[in-house]
């Protein structure tokens, strides 16, 4: 019984599941062009799904990057594009944009906020480093390349994302042009 305990499981790819895992994820030609010939399908689905609702199946799937993804050109856009600038009717004295500068600084800061979570979904934080000793692959080969999470890029990331997403709440109302 003790040595049932003390037996470490190991997980072995069958050869076939790596023919297939290669074929799915490769961006080899060959395996490639036959996925995007079945995928066509989709596409016009989602093609038509855009025109009607504005949106897609794929933006729900993974909202959170989608909207990473589009919403800091809007913005940029809108930054480019403004005329005026919010003011606060009820409090001038402490009123912080006092000039189209800076409403297109706090604008940008939105941007790099949502740029920011775009990099974080990405996982730009971890770089790669080589190894010293190889360390088997998905696929079982020797790879010299290991991952390390870079927690001062990652900080610094965070930091302008909850910087913009605070500005976004706060100037929700104010995206207009």
């Known amino acids: 019984m003790s040595k049932e305990k003390n037996k470490k499981w190991e997980v072995k790819y069958t050869p076939k599941f790596l023919e297939s895992f290669e074929k799915l994820f490769s961006n080899n030609i ?3 062009i036959p996925r995007k010939l079945s995928d066509w399908k989709h596409e016009i689905k989602w093609a038509w799904q855009r025109v009607f609702k ?3 199946d794929q933006t729900i799937w993974s909202m959170h990057s989608s909207i990473s993804d589009y919403f800091p ?6 930054k480019n594009e403004v005329h005026g600038y919010p003011s606060d009717p009820f409090n001038k004295e402490k ?3 006092k000039s189209i500068k800076d409403w297109k600084n706090v604008l940008e800061k939105i941007a790099i906020g949502f740029d ?3 990099k974080i979904d990405g996982h730009e ?5 080589k190894l010293k000793k190889p360390r088997k ?3 079982g080969k020797d790879s010299y390349i290991g991952h390390k999470i870079d927690k001062k890029h990652y900080d610094k990331l965070y930091k302008e994302f909850e910087e913009g997403i605070e500005l976004f709440k706060k100037y929700y109302f104010s995206l207009w042009d």
């Not at 934080?125 to 480093?129: A, F, R, S």
């Open 116 to 118: 920011a979570a775009r």
């Open 54 to 56: 504005g949106y897609d």
């Open 30 to 32: 060959r395996y490639l």
């Open 73 to 78: 050109k809007m913005i940029r856009e809108l």
């Open 125 to 129: 934080y971890v770089k790669k480093v």
């Open 95 to 97: 009123q912080e944009i």
């Open 137 to 139: 692959d998905m696929f």
